[in-house]
């Protein structure tokens, strides 16, 4: 909202209140440096004379007088005048293309009377304002430097605001926005639009000096993390609406972090829907706040009447306040009444997230005009052009104001400027306010003091809640363990007493603590949700000593719960407030060795909290089957005589005994246990349907999984609220689970209730609250698929609940869950299954750095037949570069590699694969249609020398398999050897001549196992088989038998035949037939040749093959 109207504006000669000379010297532009330290050091300075005055607000002059520029330019501009006061001690106004800035306060050492600075703004068709135009100081400089910029966005920059002439332009480019304000930050300044675009503008001293812009957009991959950061995604600006029109922008500070690292300050963007865009360096992040400040409202008792999907809610101004703003907002719901209610609301931004704190009711004087704001620390002060108004945060104080526009005066503008709040009218110039002090024992409460569950303290008192009638200090007296210490620290924070708080809390836990704070809180708040109602009389438990703090006052069910609410977050808010939040570390939980997130055990209790909340509403409003689960969830309590189950605490006897005589009634007990609340789902799900009806069993069902349903809902939707960076827990498994229970409840209800269901509707209701179920319970189970040694668990949790909607037909429900929570296997059976392909490349381009394609590659190369051909023409042809790169990891499937690059590209490029694969081929027959494809596409090819050993090991291949083929058929069947058989290597076909005994090899056999060395490729390996291949050949001849005759015996023996053989066939003897001496040392003919006569026929035959070989001729006739 802009007050810079001047209109009614009257003469500046009329009556004004006379200045002091004292607060007023002149200044001289030697010392303008100086007037920024002097402001920035101190607001305490003497009073100037009182302007307007009531018995809370003074408003008094502040500061030089205003320049003779200046008054004349307020009185005479023809157009709007917009100002602006700056923390560096300097104001400026702006009317039409022309900024006159002068000093607010005189320097120490005055010469000259108060001058303004006049420059001229670039030439717009719009109107300037002083949003777009800041002074700043740069290093070691003596006058301001300023930066003015025009709604279409030319910068333009004066190194100093004495010299006019001298300044320099630069455009922004930013495609027809129009600009809207401009911010200082740490390291330049922030120009943002109308529609949120925010620019960061750094001046640059090399040279002629000048400035940079440069458009802050998101970082690169930003966009992968749209569903875990973001709550609704926007690149560049918002669209130009109402809802996205710019209210204002605050720079938060940086802070120490937990992990004591310096973080970066913050921009945070607010625009009227209210939706907050928060940028921490290189993260963006944007959140829409409509929901929550509406359910703020609410609970607040300021909602207007109607539907709260129905209210309008509008951020009127924007603050920044600690590590969070302040929003001043407006809410009205036009359809049901034109009444507009104010609210100053309390935003806390850590983690990067965005939770509504606390939020206080404002009275304004008056509706006409939209009210800013000035967070002061005692109270907030609106203003508007014709008011200031001091409100405050608690009920019974009255608000104050004053009442400018009866005087004929305006506010123009307002700032808090050193922590002094000063205002600019239209008559008096700068003004000072003060707040009378009220002098109460007490400091008046803080707009940021009251958590959400009670907008402010009066609200607090006027509630139920038993906390504030217990003494502090009676507690501390009395408490020996650190729990009852904890409680009686809250207790002081309660009641306002932060000393005493922080003295209890400095001697309960120091720096180092370990994890007794963290076991110490989250008792502490176990208890408080455990307690049993104050006034009640039936709760009178013999013997309890015990402090409650979140016991109530209230008999109704729904106000106890509401009062446990309230001081649930009465406690959260005190862990902040003294900064306990952030030392909140990890714990132990159960019996097992694993560590938790201390604040997301607390996360889970108030969202056992919501659950129980919500059951309460279901059973007041008449749920079925409810009572049945209570009743059976305290039958087990009195069978199992008040003990509790693994963990748990049991029901004490004197409330057994009241549920026994019917003082108490189950829901009593049941929702006084809020920690245990989940029994209650437990018992809900394990409610067995009607066996002989199957209409009522579909009854049964829905009524079952529709409480379920808004029970897990509500705990769901508050824990979104619960901003942490620990991730969440998994749940807790087995038998006893309530992750068990909810998987049984829906499978029956979707595989047998569903399914037996004769009425069409009844069924149809059914799945579609079994399918909301299903998607809270494998929201509930996610945190399982993060750990290596549960993910399994989850996957198969993940199938059962989608599986029964494939059975039941319900195969589009099936794939939105499936997509959903990632389950591409399944998307990839329904999309085939359906014939639908291009909706599975669809999901494949959706989902194509999630790994989907790998999946739809190996699930489609699993099945056979059509399937694999789809993969090969389809998915494969369409995404040719993933299915490459997964082929070549996939080493159990060359085939499939092999085949794809025989379609997608050239016949030789295929060969090499193929050449490759055939060695290794199942069977004989595989490997020779391998070898034959290799040797195939290098002749379907033009000749190439690169591929000439890919060739020689096909050729290679095919021979050595006709070599197989060829054995003699009692070697085949000694061996077990057919048609199925796999390709032999060579030197297992040698082996297997070798090693024969068969009487039935002759000495083409053996010439056969003497081709077969040619494949053996290390020359000594060869040497020694061939060596191997005559011995072997010279024992299979009967010696024994051996006439006297040599000559004769060249003719009988194998041996001597396979020499012949070989020479008659052209083969090199010298190269074939090992020495004469290998033969006669060899080990396996150590006992042939010790025979004289043996050793004679064989020396004699080499002598002849000697001879043929020199050429002589030999007569062995």
Known sequence: MEFSSTGGMRSPFSPRVRQSIAGRRPIGLASS???????????????????????????????????????ETLTFASGDVSVRMAPCGWCWVVAGRKVLAWPREAAAAPSAPTAARELTLPQTDLAHKADLVMLFYEEDAQMPSCIGVSPEGVVRYWASVGTEGAYSDVSCELAGQECDRLTEAKDGLLLATTTCTLVKITTCKEGRPGVVCQTMRPPSGWLGGIGRRVSLLFFGSMPAHADTKLVGVVVLPGWE??????????????????????????????????????????????????????????????????RGVLLLLAAANVARSPDVRYAL????????????????????????????????????????????AAVSPAASDKSEYVDLASEGDRVLGAALCGGAPLLFSRKHGVLLLRLADPALPHRPPSICDSPMGSPCPSDMYEGNLSLYEIDPHEVSAMSTDAVGKLKSAFLFHVRGDAAAAARALAELFPREHGDALDRTALALAADMLDDAPAGDPRWKLRGASRVSLGSSCALHGAAQLRDKQRAFSLFLDFLRAHRLWRRLSTLTKGRSDTRVSTQWELCALAARLAGARALQ??????????????????????????????????????????????????????????????RVLRALSALAPPAHDARA??????????????????????????????????????????????????????????????????????????????????TEAAPLAHSSNTDHLYEKLRRDTIQPYIDEGQTERAAVLAEKFKDFDLLVELCVMRGDMDRLYGYIDKYKEEGIAEKAFAWLWSRDGAARAQLLRGVCARHGGRADAWLATRTKIRTLRALRRLCAEPPARAAPLYADLAPGAPTLDRAVTFASIAKLCLLASEPDAQYSETMRRAESTLSLAE?????????????????????????????????????CLNEYDFKKALDLTDFVQ??????????????????????????????????????????????????????????????????????????????????YGYECVEGMRNGDVVDVS
């Open 33 to 71: 440096k100086k007037i920024q330290n002097n402001f920035m050091q101190s607001v305490d300075q003497p009073a100037g004379d009182v302007i307007y005055k009531t018995p809370l607000i003074t408003i008094e002059t502040f500061g030089m007088p205003l320049p003779v520029m200046v008054t």
């Open 697 to 778: 069993a579909a009854h049964h069902a829905l009524s079952v999984v529709s409480t379920l349903t808004t029970v897990l809902g509500e705990m769901h939707a508050c824990r979104a609220q619960w901003m942490s960076t620990a991730p969440r827990p998994a749940p807790p498994l087995g038998p006893r689970s309530t992750l068990s229970a909810l998987a049984l409840a829906h499978s029956r209800a979707v595989s047998q209730c569903a399914h037996k269901c004769p009425d069409a509707s009844l069924r149809a209701q059914l799945l579609e609250a079994a399918g909301a179920l299903a998607d809270l319970l494998l």
């Open 257 to 322: 972090s937990a992990e004591g690292t310096e973080n970066s300050e913050c921009v945070v963007l607010v625009a009227g829907g209210p939706l907050l865009q928060l940028w921490c360096g290189a993260e963006v992040h944007e959140h829409h706040l409509r929901r929550p400040l509406s359910e703020a409202f609410a609970r607040a008792h300021l909602a207007p009447q109607g539907d709260l999907n129905s209210l309008e809610i509008m951020a009127l101004d924007v603050h920044a306040h600690g």
């Open 963 to 999: 070599q197989q083929r060829t054995l003699p058929r009692v070697l085949c069947l000694h061996h077990g050897l057919d048609e199925n058989s796999r390709l032999l290597e060579p030197e297992e076909l040698l082996q297997i001549y070798i090693d024969s005994e068969s009487k």
């Open 617 to 678: 509403r279901l059973h007041r409003a008449g749920a079925p089957l409810l009572d049945a689960a209570l009743h059976q969830v305290t039958a087990n309590a009195d069978n199992e005589g008040g003990e509790g189950g693994e963990g748990e605490e049991g029901e004490e006897a004197e409330v057994l005994e009241a549920l026994r005589s019917g003082a108490l009634s189950p829901a009593d007990v049941v929702f006084r246990r809020v920690t245990r609340i989940e």
């Open 1018 to 1099: 290390d020359m000594e390996r060869r040497d020694e088989l061939r060596l191997r291949i005559w011995c072997a050949c010279l024992r299979r001849d009967d010696w024994a038998a051996a006439r006297e005759d040599a000559t004769d015996e060249l003719h009988s023996k194998m041996f001597f035949r396979l020499v012949d053989l070989v020479h008659v066939m052209g083969g090199d003897l010298e190269l074939l037939l090992p020495p004469l001496d290998d033969i006669l040392t060899a080990p396996e003919l150590a006992e042939l040749v010790s025979d004289p006569r043996i050793q004679f026929i064989i020396k």
């Open 345 to 388: 609301a309390h935003v806390s931004l850590e983690g990067a997230g965005a939770r509504v704190v606390s939020l206080c009711a404002l009275r304004v004087p008056r509706d006409d005009e939209a009210p800013r704001c000035l967070p002061l620390p005692a109270r907030p002060l609106l203003y508007a052009p014709a008011y200031v």
